[in-house]
């Protein structure tokens, strides 16, 4: 039996989350914030944390700087039962983080990258990737050291018997190349609607999903509260999003991912898939930050008792 159900490879560094800023930012003014939340960041390893939460058994690769910063993000992954034995440290540069001004209706992310550039298949050891049913990456257009070799490792990967999944994130020089040559190596391709089209270069979801779902086996769309779409050949499943009261969405798409594979790494149908993707994102969005609703066991259990009832499909 494998050490892990999941294995991921990716960026680690903190969030830094600042609330009830003014709608404008004028130059050369002193802006207060009303509330702040410092707390584990960064996709992979939000992926990570939150399907270790959920009882997965996961292995996570990465390279942090050695510094405050990637000590901290370094406990935060480990207390969720990640193992992070193989993440690696180096004294240039330094911990990447993400600096997120969230406003009511939008938010605007700057991210000093730091070591999050510097990851390198060097970083990565393919006998303990490969210690796992399914392999996952997130990011990919942000780990620009990484992103070449990514093919080359997802093929690696595949043959050795595991299952992938792909999670690009947003593409921050928004060119959205490169991620074609790795789809012959993915299973699951997860997206939300503007990451989608952008790499099938059309505005319109629905042919979006039809072109990449010639690409990839399973192809998901996450619609934020208005749920998610999965598509299988020629099978399309629609799942409406979980109602709450959302007090942050910072890490819910990652949250769904982690819902989403904690399921498919167990052999589940594609609709029970969906639905634990939904109730993941949902529940992240009811704490600040994108682990915070995770960590509190008692919170985490009494959501998914409350709102396992709610997932709703179409077929078609």
């Known amino acids: 039996m494998p050490r892990f ?7 680690l560094n903190l969030d830094l989350i600042l609330y009830g800023l003014p709608a404008e930012l004028p130059r050369e003014r002193e802006l207060l914030a009303d509330r702040m939340m410092l707390t584990l960041g960064s996709s992979s390893a ?9 009882g997965s058994r996961v292995g996570f690769q990465s390279r942090i700087g050695n510094d405050e910063l990637g000590e901290i993000a370094l406990r935060r992954l480990s207390e969720s039962g990640v193992d992070t034995s193989r993440v690696r440290r180096a004294d240039d540069p330094t911990t990447g983080i993400t600096v997120i001004l969230q406003h009511d209706r939008w938010r605007n992310i700057l991210t000093y990258p730091g070591a999050i550039f510097e990851i390198t298949m060097c970083d990565l050891e393919i006998d303990y990737l490969s210690e796992a049913h399914h392999f996952h990456l997130s990011s990919f257009y942000l780990q620009s050291g990484l ?5 080359k490792l997802f093929r690696r990967l595949k043959a050795a018997g595991l299952t992938t999944s792909l999670d690009t994130n947003d593409d921050p020089e928004d060119r959205w190349t490169d991620v074609r040559a790795v789809l012959p190596h993915v299973d699951v391709f997860l997206l939300n609607r503007r990451e989608a089209c952008k790499i099938a270069g059309t505005d319109d979801l629905e042919p979006a999903i039809h ?19 999965a598509q299988r050949g020629n099978q399309k499943l629609e799942c409406p999003g979980v109602k709450v009261d959302a007090v942050d969405p910072v890490g819910a798409g990652d949250s769904f991912d982690a819902g989403f594979l904690h399921q498919y790494v167990r052999g589940a149908d594609l609709a029970t898939c969906l639905c634990w993707g939904n109730l993941a994102g949902a529940l992240s969005t009811t704490r600040p930050g994108g682990t915070e609703a995770f960590r509190q066991r008692d919170h985490r259990e009494r959501f998914f008792r409350a709102h396992t009832g709610d997932c709703h499909f179409e077929r078609s």
């Open 5 to 11: 159900d999941v294995t991921i490879a990716g960026e």
């Open 46 to 54: 939000i992926v990570g944390h939150n399907l270790a939460c959920l």
């Open 147 to 151: 992103r070449p070799e990514v093919p």
């Open 211 to 229: 072109q990449l779902s010639r690409l990839v086996p399973i192809v998901v769309v996450k619609l934020g509260p208005n749920g998610a779409i």
